[in-house]
Every structure is written in structure tokens, then in C-alpha cells.
């Protein structure tokens, strides 16, 4: 399926040159490239929609939106997951409120169109009113999106049919996802409920700031970090041992040192838990990524997801227009964690990434301006800095991806918009680069990867 | 008590008296006007040191739902902390480096609608009122955060002090950026 908008061919790789390091500012406030994202990289993607813990009987829902299309994802009675548009066939209207539940049935309030949690259309008010041949109930149920697919127990859909499978999109990337996905038997799960909020920001800076920007943290938020740990700074980065690695415009930044994010969170019995299990985690993810998980690290997945390994916060960056974003936080924990290192860990999250959070109240105002004042007519021809580590590429027996040395860096956020531009210029999918060429290939799991990958 | 849309406002005790009910206005008062001022020495003063401090995230649910949006402490919450976790997040404000407080957020606390009720501990009052927060900002920056607190009020001395308060903001999506505010 193909979401084309007519008479619009721009050479968007104008807009950049990552070889150099430069992005234009233009990207993060014009009207015309934002709807473009909204065709091109929007429908076209996998979009991350819901944790399989928060739909976990037959009937639960809840709504989101995949772009600016607002959409239901439901639970149905096979334990299969359905994503459809959350809009009456009839005349477009919204056929459920609520942001999440438990139902037989979706009913529009306006003619009273019933469909069920498939979203097949199941009858209506005054049914009568129809002669045969009006109607035909089967093509008028409410339109499912053309692929949904989990990866440990983060559910994605995607309008796109042509969309390779979600572990392809994903690729390599699941090597570092499984740190915060399958760290401990049983997975993870959200605690409940969502915190939203809205800033007047392009969504990419959101994306950008946990992709890789690991430098912002010990200036914006150095009172975050004294706040949460008696008065201590950021420990100091070691660029020897910390890297970015990028796949496909997903990204992790993370050192190895193993503490530094627990250590943020200030939840000491959090960071105990951890410590406990490194020693089995190590023997299921290896050393390396035993080491990895918990240190200073976040990440984002392409296009719209970004998370802190550690902290725990999960969360994604909804487009509202160009220059508005509505951001949806999460807090994920192991489903085997005890109740009370759960509460410990969501208390922390509050304290440091909610929107109260002492980290979080100081990247908003950030964000918010760099996307105002880059849309002056004269500011946004003025190319913007994206050369941090330019030359630092490496490459590592053990980490897959494009890898740069040096946490301090502006490669991951390199390899997004290099995603990004590959999205906007590409029509079909099947050319599109893979950056890099895939280590993982089709093995499903990575802890049965032979021995490069169990160091 | 599920319902979101308002808390209970119904009388559960006695009503205090009026002497009584006129202090803890004053109370609730004293406490705008030092949160207004960013005077948070003295907020923290009037807390309690078993404080319970929580602001519930509301999600949007249909009447038959009975999911426990307001009680359940294990679900997201802006706020859920104690005494100690609260003056966590007033340090921020003291290392200097609270970059997006400087220049100053301009608060105004409008607290209305207080009713005082007697409790089982005679020196302890429960006691209801709205509140409108509002903050401005930089240029143009602004908010405004409107809700129900429910609190208990302990008697020490000639003073009060906060031991419970739930406060819920009428917002699903938070319509800010952020919430560096305390109502």
C-alpha cells in the first residue's frame, strides 16, 4: 500500500550532508517536510503501539496513534493483537474515547455503528434504514493496519504491506534491546498507566536527545544528577569504553561501567536488585552486556521511541505538527522483579523523568526553543553542528552496528537522520539501505548467537 | 472511590468549628503564598515528616471501568513521594544549575472551596479545597492546572502541618511541558 502525496518531489538531501556534519534547520519546523514525515516515514514505518502487558486479556484495548492517525489496539479472543483505525467508516468519527479498557464491543456515538474488537462491523441503530446492496458488512468494518508483529513483548504495527518483518527493522538493533527486554527470565512489562504531556517541539529533538546525546546530560541536567545523588556531579565519561552504536537509524549510547543510569535513578534498592542479578545475566546476554546495562545509556528505536536502560522510563514522541510533540511515558520493569523494587523503580522514574522529574523539567525548555527560534527566516538558512566524533568509527569484535568510540558523540544522531533521509527519498522499501549490513541475520534469538556475541 | 471526575467532597466527619475551619484556611493560605514565592524553606516547614504527597496520572476511561485510578499507588503518579523525596526534588533548586528556572517562573496558587472536617485523631483535620495553579514564564509561556486536593492537617503546637495530601489535576494530557510546581 502506498500513502503518495501528489506533486511533491523535493531533493530532501539537500537538507544535510552527514559526511560533513551539518543538518539544515528547516527540517524542524516546516509545514510541507512534516507532512512528508507523515507519508514517508509515519505509514511507512513500524510503529511502536503498545506493551502486551497492558492488553493482556481477551477484549482489553487501548487507543494511540501511529503518526497523527489515531488508532485502537486490542486484544482479541486467540490472544492475537488487532491495530485498526479508530474512526467510524460511516463519517470518520472516533469510535472509542477512552484511553484504555476492557470490551466486547467499539460503538460510535453518532449512528451507533458497532464493531467488534477485530473491528468487523457487527450492526447498527435502525438497521432497517438499509435496503440490500447498501451495504455490505464485510468491507465496512473498521480498517486494520497492514502488519502487527511483537518483539518481546513490545507490540509494533505498521500501515505499510511492503514493510520487511519487524525483526528485519529491527535487525541487529535486537542484540541491545535485549538488555532492557530479556535481561531476566520472564520479560518485562509496563506499570500501569500513562503520563502524557505536550511540548511545543519538533518530535526529532526528543528522538535526537536520547538517540546519542549523552553530552547534554552533565550541563542541562547537573542539577538533576545533584539532586537525585547528595550534591554529587555526573561522574566523568570514559570516552575509552563507551560508544554509540547505530542500526537503521536506531540507536544506544551507553558506557560500561554498569552503573552510572542506576545510579541516577537514586533508588539504591533498585540499584541492589540489579547487582544481584548481574551474575545470571551475564550468563544469559554475556559479559558485555551484563557491563553494559545500567551504565550511562539511552536509546531510541526509529522513529519514535526512546527509553533509558537502567532508569527504566519508556516512552514515545508523538508528531502534533511541525512544531508540537505530545510525549506518552511509560515505566517498564522485569515481571519478575518483587513488588517493592517495582514501586521503587517507578517512584524513581517519577522523580527523575516524569514530567515533575528533576531531569525532566529542564529538557522540555530546551527542546521547545531550539525548535521556536530555529524558524526565523534567517536562522533556519543556518546549517546546524552535527560533527561531534565525526572521525571516532570503529569497529568492535563484539558490538554490532555502526559503532563509534566515545560516548560523547553525534553518530547516533548521525545514523537517525541518515534513516530519516533514506526514508524520505526512497519510494520502495526493498531498496533501501541496511546501515550496516546485518551481523544477526535470521537468528531469532540473540542469546543463542555463537561465540562473537556471548563475550 | 474510582471516580475521577471529582473527588468525594462528601462529609465523612464533623464538621469543625469555625475557629477551626478559619485557621487551616489560613493555613492553606500561608501555604500559596509561600509556594508563590518560591519560598520553599518554609513550604517544607509545614510538611509533616510523614508526609504522603500524591498526584495520581488520570487516564481517560469509561464510566463502567473500576479501574482505581486515584488509590492505587502502584500506578503512574506525577507525585507519590514522601517528606524526604520531596525535598529531593527542592535541591534541584539549590544547585545553581537549575537552568530552566532561571529566569524565575512567575507563580500565582488560588486555593478556594475549603471545607474542614474533624478526624478519629483529635488533632488531626481533614480538608478539602481547589486549587488553580498558574505559571508564566519567559515570554509567553503559560499554564494553568485546576483540581481538587483532599488533606489531612495535623495539629502541632499553634501551627499545622501537612500529613496527607492527593491532589487531582483535571488534566489527561498534561497541557505543559512540564510540572515544576507544587499545588
Given amino acids: ?112 455503528w458497532a464493531f467488534d474488537t477485530a473491528g468487523d462491523l457487527k450492526g447498527m441503530h435502525e438497521e432497517y434504514c438499509y435496503d440490500d446492496g447498501d451495504i455490505d458488512f464485510k468491507n465496512h468494518g473498521l480498517k486494520n493496519v497492514a502488519k502487527v508483529s511483537s518483539y518481546k513483548g513490545l507490540v509494533f504495527a505498521t500501515f505499510n504491506g511492503d514493510a520487511p518483518s519487524l525483526e528485519a527493522w529491527l535487525g541487529d538493533f535486537r542484540w541491545y534491546l535485549d538488555m532492557i527486554l530479556d535481561n531476566e527470565e520472564g520479560g518485562t512489562e509496563f506499570i500501569g498507566g500513562c503520563i502524557k ?36 556531579p555526573f561522574p566523568p565519561i570514559d570516552m575509552e569504553n563507551s560508544y554509540h552504536a547505530s542500526v537503521n537509524g536506531h540507536g ?6 554498569g552503573v552510572g543510569d542506576l545510579v541516577l535513578l537514586g533508588r539504591p534498592k533498585v540499584m541492589d536488585y540489579y547487582n544481584k542479578i548481574r551474575p545470571k545475566m551475564a550468563e544469559r546476554l554475556g559479559e558485555m552486556r551484563s557491563k553494559i546495562f545500567g551504565s550511562v545509556a539511552s536509546a531510541s528505536i ?66 521547545e526553543n531550539c525548535t521556536t527560534v530555529n524558524r526565523g527566516v534567517v536562522t533556519r ?14 569497529e568492535h569484535d563484539t558490538l554490532p552496528g555502526i559503532v563509534y568510540r566515545g560516548q560523547y558523540n553525534d553518530a547516533n544522531q548521525r545514523g537517525f537522520y541518515q534513516r530519516w533521509l533514506d526514508m524520505m527519498t526512497h519510494d520502495d522499501f526493498s531498496k533501501m539501505p541496511t546501515r550496516p549490513e546485518p551481523r544477526l541475520g535470521n537468528v531469532a534469538e540473540t542469546r543463542d548467537l555463537p561465540g562473537l556475541f556471548a563475550l | 472511590m474510582t471516580d475521577t471526575a471529582t473527588l468525594e467532597r462528601t462529609r465523612q ?100 472551596n475549603v471545607e474542614v472536617e474533624l478526624t478519629e485523631n483529635a488533632d488531626e483535620f481533614r480538608v478539602y479545597s481547589n486549587f488553580y495553579a498558574y505559571r508564566n514564564r519567559n515570554e509567553r509561556d503559560e499554564d494553568s492546572l485546576i483540581g481538587n486536593r483532599i488533606d489531612i492537617w495535623r495539629q502541632v503546637g499553634n501551627s499545622f502541618q501537612l500529613v496527607k495530601r492527593r491532589a487531582i489535576l483535571k488534566h489527561n494530557v498534561l497541557l505543559s511541558k512540564n510540572l515544576n510546581i507544587y499545588v
Fill in chain 1, 197 to 232: 504531556s505536550v511540548m511545543s517541539a519538533n518530535w526529532k529533538f526528543g528522538v535526537e536527545n536520547f538517540i546519542g546525546d549523552a553530552y547534554h546530560a552533565g550541563w542541562t541536567h547537573d542539577s538533576g544528577c545533584r539532586s537525585m545523588n547528595d550534591g554529587m
Fill in chain 1, 1 to 112: 500500500m502506498r500513502f503518495e502525496r501528489i506533486g511533491r518531489e523535493p531533493d530532501y538531501s539537500r537538507y544535510m550532508d552527514l559526511k560533513e556534519g551539518w543538518l539544515d534547520r528547516r527540517i524542524f519546523s516546516d509545514a510541507d517536510i512534516y507532512e512528508e514525515e507523515l507519508y514517508r516515514i509515519f505509514a511507512r514505518s513500524w510503529l511502536f503501539v503498545a506493551h502486551e502487558s497492558q492488553i493482556p486479556k481477551a477484549g482489553d484495548f487501548l487507543t494511540t496513534h501511529m503518526g497523527e492517525d489515531a488508532v485502537i489496539v486490542a486484544r482479541q479472543a486467540d490472544g492475537s493483537i488487532r491495530v485498526m483505525l479508530n474512526s467510524c467508516p460511516h463519517r470518520g468519527n472516533k469510535v472509542c474515547f477512552a484511553d484504555a479498557g476492557n470490551t466486547r464491543r467499539f460503538v460510535c456515538n453518532y449512528h451507533g
Fill in chain 1, 302 to 367: 526509529f522513529p519514535n521511541v526512546s527509553f533509558l536502560p537502567g532508569i527504566s522510563t519508556f516512552r514515545q514522541w508523538q508528531p502534533k505538527g511541525p512544531m508540537q510533540f505530545e510525549l506518552k511515558t511509560w515505566v517498564i520493569v522485569n515481571k519478575n522483579m518483587p513488588d517493592d523494587i517495582k514501586e521503587e523503580v517507578t517512584k524513581g522514574v517519577m522523580q527523575t523523568f516524569g514530567p515533575g522529574g528533576t531531569f525532566e523539567m529542564d529538557d522540555g525548555e530546551n527542546w
Fill in chain 1, 252 to 257: 544506544w549510547e551507553f558506557g560500561t561501567e
Fill in chain 2, 13 to 112: 466527619g464533623t464538621a469543625a468549628s469555625l475557629e477551626l475551619t478559619h485557621a487551616l484556611a489560613q493555613t492553606l493560605y500561608r501555604e500559596a503564598r509561600l509556594l508563590d514565592t518560591e519560598n520553599y524553606a518554609d513550604w517544607a516547614e509545614m510538611l509533616a515528616e510523614d508526609l504522603h504527597y500524591h498526584m495520581p496520572g488520570i487516564e481517560t476511561r469509561y464510566r463502567r471501568d473500576k479501574t482505581d485510578q486515584v488509590t492505587d499507588l502502584t500506578r503512574m503518579a506525577y507525585y507519590n513521594d514522601s517528606k524526604p523525596e520531596i525535598l529531593k526534588r527542592l535541591s534541584r533548586l539549590e544547585t545553581g544549575t537549575a537552568w530552566s528556572e532561571d529566569p524565575a517562573t512567575r507563580y500565582t496558587h488560588i486555593i478556594t
Fill in chain 1, 381 to 394: 538558512h543556518e546549517r546546524l553542528h552535527y560533527r561531534c566524533g565525526i572521525g571516532r568509527q570503529i
